[in-house]
């Protein structure tokens, strides 16, 4: 049997196969290395302007040089707020490994923050994903996201890391059941302005009694004309899967309940923040008695509120020691200085951080590999490509 990943490379490359035409002009947004923008240059590609992760970049210079493409392939490095100019591009390919609950996370990212890099019209892969809901009884995965909290004693009190974690998503792995029939709630085109907005209001009566742990989501990812690949519920080989949503606590459920759902997927910068709030109104009962879940990855994340912070227009930043350490060491670069040198100036100027100049050498290298020019025209490096 293929692995999951294997299915989902065989099934971009069939894809790629029958979407590009000689000189087409493709944008990758990364997260294999150059593999496949070297793909699509096989495919006819005239141009492939490629992202990739900083630690990336040689390696895909070197992928695509061996694979004799380095003269159609221009290396993008993937940086905030770089690069973000719009591309003349005919197709654009998503970041793979792709994400979760949206596969296509990166495209959605792209249209939400604003700075989508290809024109109205270019052609995308996965052209568009259908979403699934399903309100779900699953023990062990729900055990999965408390325990660790929950079986330390009473001797802690450990509830603000159980509700990190209650707003938290997860693979789902373990067997569950659905205790609802699924709904199709979003489909996202990725053509659409509006790709990036996802948001909409379930319901449900309980068909199966059971304990309700949260939210099942899933999708069906439109690749191309005839070319998806199903994440059929309960498949374990799925090359997606599916994610679980937990509830802030389990809820007995009887057939005849009803449960309204409100699920929306937004970003802050480069984060994806998923928000479910959850209604359930328990039959034969008050209303006092409904119970209501306000839950977000948001509130998961003990770095985003500092994130907001740094964003206001009016912020003042200032660099660390980290920075210190590697503007200093790119100057003396730049002033052509050999790297042993640089390697004694660092470990000079830094005492806490480097014991030796042979301890500074590894992060000199580390700075060269990534922004160095080889005096060797002969091998390729990050900024001639």
Same mark, same amino acid.
């Given at each position: 049997?293929?692995?999951?990943?294997?299915?989902?490379?065989?099934?971009?490359?069939?894809?790629?196969?029958?979407?590009?035409?000689?000189?087409?002009? $493709?944008?990758?947004?990364? *997260?294999?290395?150059?593999?496949?923008?070297?793909?699509?240059?096989?495919?006819?590609? @005239?141009?492939?302007?490629?992202?990739?992760?900083?630690?990336?970049?040689?390696?895909?210079?070197?992928?695509?040089?061996?694979?004799?493409?380095?003269?159609?392939?221009?290396?993008?490095?993937?940086?905030?707020?770089?690069?973000?100019?719009?591309?003349?591009?005919?197709?654009?390919?998503?970041?793979?490994?792709?994400?979760?609950?949206?596969?296509?996370?990166?495209?959605?990212?792209?249209?939400?923050?604003?700075?989508?890099?290809?024109?109205?019209?270019?052609?995308?892969?996965?052209?568009?994903?259908?979403?699934?809901?399903?309100?779900?009884?699953?023990?062990?995965?729900?055990?999965?996201?408390?325990?660790?909290?929950?079986?330390?004693?009473?001797?802690?009190?450990?509830?603000?890391?159980?509700?990190?974690?209650?707003?938290?998503?997860?693979?789902?792995?373990?067997?569950?059941?659905?205790?609802?029939?699924?709904?199709?709630?979003?489909?996202?085109?990725?053509?659409?302005?509006?790709?990036?907005?996802?948001?909409?209001?379930?319901?449900?009566?309980?068909?199966?009694?059971?304990?309700?742990?949260?939210?099942?989501?899933?999708?069906?990812?439109?690749?191309?004309? *005839?070319? $998806?690949?199903?994440?059929?519920? @309960?498949?374990?080989?799925?090359?997606?899967?599916?994610?679980?949503?937990?509830?802030?606590?389990?809820?007995?459920?009887?057939?005849?309940?009803?449960?309204?759902?409100?699920?929306? @997927?937004?970003?802050?910068?480069?984060?994806?923040?998923?928000?479910?709030?959850?209604?359930?109104?328990?039959?034969?009962?008050?209303?006092?008695?409904?119970?209501?879940?306000?839950?977000?990855?948001?509130?998961?994340?003990?770095?985003?509120?500092?994130?907001?912070?740094?964003?206001?227009?009016?912020?003042?930043?200032?660099?660390?020691?980290? @920075?210190?350490?590697?503007?200093?060491?790119?100057?003396?670069?730049?002033?052509?200085?050999?790297?042993?040198?640089?390697?004694?100036?660092?470990?000079?100027?830094?005492?806490?951080?480097?014991?030796?100049?042979?301890?500074?050498?590894?992060? $000199?290298?580390?700075?060269?590999?990534?922004?160095?020019?080889?005096?060797?025209?002969?091998?390729?490096?990050?900024?001639?490509?």
């Amino acid at each position: 049997m293929r692995k999951p990943g294997r299915v989902l490379e065989a099934a971009y490359a069939e894809a790629l196969r029958g979407a590009a035409w000689p000189g087409v002009t $493709v944008l990758d947004l990364g *997260g294999d290395c150059g593999r496949r923008a070297v793909l699509a240059c096989r495919h006819g590609a @005239g141009r492939v302007y490629s992202v990739q992760a900083p630690d990336a970049l040689p390696i895909a210079n070197q992928v695509a040089a061996v694979n004799g493409c380095i003269d159609r392939i221009e290396f993008i490095e993937r940086v905030s707020g770089a690069g973000e100019e719009a591309l003349p591009v005919d197709l654009v390919l998503a970041e793979l490994p792709g994400g979760m609950p949206l596969h296509g996370a990166s495209l959605a990212r792209s249209h939400r923050s604003g700075r989508r890099r290809w024109p109205e019209g270019a052609a995308t892969i996965p052209r568009q994903e259908r979403m699934w809901a399903a309100v779900i009884e699953a023990d062990d995965q729900y055990r999965q996201h408390v325990l660790p909290w929950d079986k330390v004693g009473s001797d802690w009190d450990l509830a603000a890391a159980r509700r990190l974690s209650l707003n938290s998503w997860s693979v789902l792995r373990t067997s569950c059941q659905m205790l609802v029939d699924p709904q199709n709630w979003a489909i996202v085109d990725y053509a659409s302005k509006d790709a990036g907005h996802v948001r909409a209001q379930l319901e449900w009566t309980v068909s199966r009694s059971g304990v309700g742990h949260g939210l099942a989501i899933w999708s069906e990812i439109v690749l191309a004309e *005839g070319n $998806v690949i199903s994440t059929s519920w @309960g498949n374990p080989n799925s090359p997606v899967g599916q994610a679980f949503f937990p509830w802030l606590q389990p809820v007995t459920l009887v057939t005849g309940d009803r449960v309204t759902a409100t699920i929306q @997927g937004a970003a802050i910068g480069f984060h994806d923040i998923w928000s479910w709030t959850t209604h359930i109104a328990q039959a034969g009962r008050p209303v006092r008695d409904n119970i209501r879940f306000a839950q977000s990855t948001f509130l998961s994340s003990l770095e985003l509120p500092s994130v907001l912070g740094k964003a206001r227009s009016d912020y003042v930043p200032s660099l660390g020691e980290q @920075g210190h350490i590697d503007r200093l060491a790119l100057a003396l670069m730049d002033d052509r200085a050999p790297l042993e040198e640089v390697a004694r100036t660092l470990a000079a100027r830094f005492p806490a951080r480097f014991s030796s100049s042979s301890d500074a050498m590894t992060r $000199v290298a580390s700075l060269f590999r990534r922004y160095g020019m080889s005096p060797d025209p002969a091998v390729p490096t990050v900024e001639h490509v």
